[in-house]
């Protein structure tokens, strides 16, 4: 695997295939940060189309101050709010099934933690919390960029985001504790 500044500078002098590279190393990235702002697989592709444009238009900016990932992550999330503001949509608007409505038929809490798909468990209750804590969250847990790379990335000021990251972890518990109490009666 090329490292940044060899892959950027293949990039910039044309290469087409260091693109592409680029592309399915931040593929995913982009896609996370896009999926918290929308919920429609339509509107997710269409922005992650425009990032990955305004990526390569804009290569020639990129100057190593920070790591690419967080300078491409700071593209997704600004396009993803500028496409928002396009088309006067609010942010997930699509309605979310309670976590309490899940049912599991296991004897035991941990034989039904062990039946369940924690993955998909837990985007589930990631889901239901604030916009900007499951932004936050997926940022710093799942991507695992730093405090100062987060406000980097959104323009939130650092404290806001230790505060959001807090509320969402605390919010988790609470949902998870409240699960598995209802469970254990």
Not at 82 to 99: D, E
């Amino acid at each position: 695997m090329l490292d940044e500044k060899e892959l950027v500078n293949k990039v910039l002098k044309g290469d087409l295939t260091a693109f592409k590279t680029l592309v399915e190393q931040y593929q995913n990235l982009v896609f996370c940060v896009i999926r918290r702002l929308f919920r429609e697989d339509e509107d997710v592709e269409d922005v992650c189309q425009e990032v990955f444009i305004k990526v390569h238009q804009h290569l020639t900016r990129f100057k190593f101050q920070s790591k690419l990932s967080t300078w491409i992550a700071q593209i997704a999330y600004r396009t993803a709010l500028n496409h928002l503001k396009k088309y006067k949509r609010s942010l997930i608007s699509v309605p979310i099934k309670p976590i309490e409505d899940v049912y599991l038929s296991a004897e035991n809490i941990e034989q039904k933690l062990n039946d369940l798909d924690v993955a998909a468990y837990l985007d589930k209750l990631i889901a239901q919390l604030p916009e900007q804590y499951q932004l936050v969250l997926t940022l710093y847990h799942l991507k695992e960029f730093s405090y100062q790379e987060i406000e980097a990335i959104t323009g939130m000021p650092e404290g806001t985001v230790k505060s959001y990251l807090f509320r969402a972890r605390k919010m988790l518990k609470d949902k998870l504790d409240k699960y598995l109490k209802n469970e254990q009666v």
